[in-house]
């Protein structure tokens, strides 16, 4: 923890004990030297800093007297007062919940992810993300340039975000997916996961079921984990969720769904499969959340329309969002839902954060009202489908034999599955020493698998054939063996 | 709550009893009609949609076989099933802290104040808010403008936000107020609320004390109210907190302060009292929260450095936004504390809105980095300091003889106090009734006081002129009694 990798200015009207003073007093309350730590020895700091043993004596009688410093029971000299370190030292709840539960396993996995993702140099074949090539330069542009005359100003906004937005956006639902609801019913978020923690908060008890499709996007859903929810998988077929392996008492319960080119596994729930689920939810008085950030991404067919459209008893909560189609970075998110509901969730946002981002919330209408996000999605649509062509063409040529895999119809996720078990762990990492950085499938599972997600749309193409080589390469290995 | 405003059309190849079902149905599925609502009887149905009661009869039938509706015990029609209205109808545990403790009384006026600065035709003379004429449109077209070649991308940004506004950010603290941090030591949040939101969650335990100043500006702490803190008011005087009230024993407590233009207050901390409160946190080991908001707004002379600039034993973590000096809606806020802090309460940020918007970044940046914020400031101050001058001659004229105030340095707001104990309820809402909007004091306090908060940065001069003459008229009325 401690590095000494500075040294006093000899020339300085300040004397070198005081320079040393402040070099340590400094690092001490920047929380860099966290309390307890060990510092060197005299002799030790003496030399790295250049200067004699008694000039750092010196300076740490000085920082003793502080009550920065104290002498150690053993010798040596500890760090003794940073108040914030020593709040932090205790484990707050959030990290209890956190670490209990199914994730425990995964969460060294999706961490190293995390990390990963922002160091450059891997192919990353599991980003969940559009790739930098597919941002719309020209049309942001455009936005943009529009924003002076669009924007009267950046004040406070209400509980349910900017009005226009929420007009814009009611119309486009109403419009696009066939849903009833007006701008009342529609509250601005900060992406789809602060709408997740929102009901969270507002919604649930502790300890209350939240059910998935097993596998789904599970890191997306730790906030329901740190609530202290219970999680439980649903299996899928092709047609979707299986609901009907929940239980009959699901009192207090939600199911979160992606019903469109589901997160990881990419399958469309039917529109057979749509219409029982609404009736076994109505019937259960079973609360729906379904997360439609996908649904436009379809290359051949529009998909069956979303569940709140078919919804005519008030069971889905339907969570909208431009993350997955444009732009993360706008982190804007929409929750479509009854009025007492978006009204309540909107009060807490309030208290929360105060909305979103005003000037995202202009971007986003300029884009919808000017008809650009829709000539956008077309083109768009176009070169995704182009993706998964060349992605499934490899796929077919590195795999066959070895794994099978979905064809997706829209959406960024193809579900890479080998035939056998195989050590996924051994997998990522072997993976990454060749620069692949890949989501292995049991980030997205209840128990393990032998999959991973595969995602075309944000390794340039030549990269992702590069990787999938690779990948095929260290998968064959442990598959003969 | 039911309002039956609508009618069948006569001419439509949908039956009427069948477009009454749809009707009726969308405003449940809607949550416009929530569970357990009363239907008008079926003679007021059929009269207010213009058709036969056997119709109504139909309908009624129809929906109850669907379990939207059911028959009530006492004869009529009552709405039966709304999922989500039903998991609403339970408190959930949010509220329950909200409706408990000191905040109880407060409520409703908070409430009515946040609803009404939402509708136009009130002249409002507390809103803690730069005046929708002080907004720089010039310099921010201009920011808008050179947005194209600056936002390079909108993708997901890493857990502490965008690296260039933490940079930009830890020079302005370094240069500006002689805070010692690099861009490790800072989190971009979604405003200063976020930090508090984040800090409650991350750092402090249910039943922890929180202490402030008495007054303070409660509603923004709500959020420590909400997680289980206990509040605790500290007394002030001229130069700002009186620390030596705090308890010996305040483990595991915080203090949250306001040292420069306190709001509501108008109260700079002297030099003298912020090395003593530093001291006193130190040897207590109590960490401080300063929130800075107000700092950069002052008149005629620089007021004294941050609390975390002389924070030599890292007690302090500092809280910096953008909302009063110049625009809420870019939700920008930043925290500046020891790495471990940053990092962990950038880590849960990640769990509940993946970071703040890009945009508001990107243009913050460039605020930063172009050097027009400090010359936009630079101007502000100037208009403030008129508008300040402005109010105190108006309130010399109205309320000589009958309140006392501040003569605030900087920032937004002057405390207004009467010689006596006055109705403050009714002044509010005779004033109310007159068309102004007050922020009267006990919504600042943990206790009752003669206090109302005006604020000269919001309304425009001729009308805070009006809207004090009223507000006088109204405070001479009660003050004679």
Not at 150 to 158: A, C, D, F, Q, W
Request: glycine content about 10%; proline content about 6%.
């Amino acid at each position: 923890m401690i590095e000494l990798d500075w040294k006093p200015t000899k020339n300085s009207p300040e004397p070198l004990y005081r320079q040393i003073v402040v070099y340590i007093r400094d690092k001490v309350a920047a929380g860099d030297w966290v309390i307890g730590s060990r510092l060197p020895s005299q002799r030790d700091m003496a030399e790295a800093f250049g200067v004699n043993r008694s000039t750092v004596v010196a300076a740490m009688e000085e920082l003793i007297s502080y009550g920065i410093l104290e002498s150690g029971y053993g010798g040596g000299t500890r760090v003794k007062s940073n108040t914030w370190s020593l709040l932090m030292s205790r484990p707050p709840d959030w990290s209890e919940y956190i670490k209990s539960g199914p994730f425990r396993a995964n969460l060294p996995t999706i961490q190293a992810i995390n990390r990963l993702e922002f160091e450059p140099g891997y192919i990353r074949i599991g980003t969940g993300e559009l790739s930098p090539d597919l941002y719309p330069e020209k049309l942001l542009t455009k936005i943009f340039r529009r924003m002076p005359e669009v924007v009267p100003n950046l004040g406070y906004l209400g509980a349910l975000g900017l009005p226009e937005l929420g007009r814009a956006i009611s119309e486009r639902l109403r419009e696009k997916q066939g849903i009833k609801v007006g701008p009342s019913n529609i509250l601005i978020t900060s992406g789809s996961l602060q709408a997740l923690q929102l009901i969270s908060v507002c919604m649930l008890k502790r300890g209350s079921a939240v059910y998935t499709e097993a596998p789904t996007y599970l890191k997306s859903l730790q906030v329901f984990q740190s609530a202290g929810m219970n999680m439980i998988g649903v299996p899928m077929d092709g047609e979707g969720i299986k609901y009907w392996h929940i239980k009959d008492d699901c009192k207090d319960s939600l199911l979160y769904t992606i019903p469109t080119f589901q997160n990881p596994t990419g399958t469309v729930m039917s529109e057979a499969r749509r219409k029982e689920l609404l009736n076994f939810a109505a019937g259960h008085r079973l609360p729906l959340l379904e997360d439609n950030a996908y649904g436009e991404l379809w290359f051949d067919a529009r998909p069956p329309k979303a569940l709140k459209a078919y919804d005519t008893t008030g069971s889905v909560i339907y969570l909208g969002t431009v993350s997955k189609t444009m732009a993360p970075g706008l982190r804007i998110g929409w929750v479509a839902g009854p009025e007492a509901v978006v009204q309540r969730l909107g009060d807490v946002k309030m208290q929360t954060d105060y909305g979103a981002s005003s000037v995202s919330q202009w971007v986003m209408t300029e884009l919808l009202t000017s008809g650009g996000y829709d000539e956008y999605l077309e083109k768009l649509r176009v070169e995704l489908k182009e993706r998964r062509d060349y992605a499934l063409a490899i796929l077919k040529e590195e795999f066959s034999g070895m794994a099978t895999w979905n064809v997706p119809e829209g959406g960024f996720y193809i579900w890479l599955r080998f035939d056998r078990k195989l050590p996924m762990d051994k997998i990522f990492s072997d993976a990454l020493k060749s620069g692949v950085l890949i989501n292995p499938g049991n980030i997205y599972d209840y128990g393990e698998n032998n999959a991973i997600r595969i995602s075309y749309a944000y390794a340039k193409p030549e990269e992702l054939k590069k990787a999938l080589k690779i990948l095929s390469g260290i998968g064959e290995k442990y598959y003969k063996r």
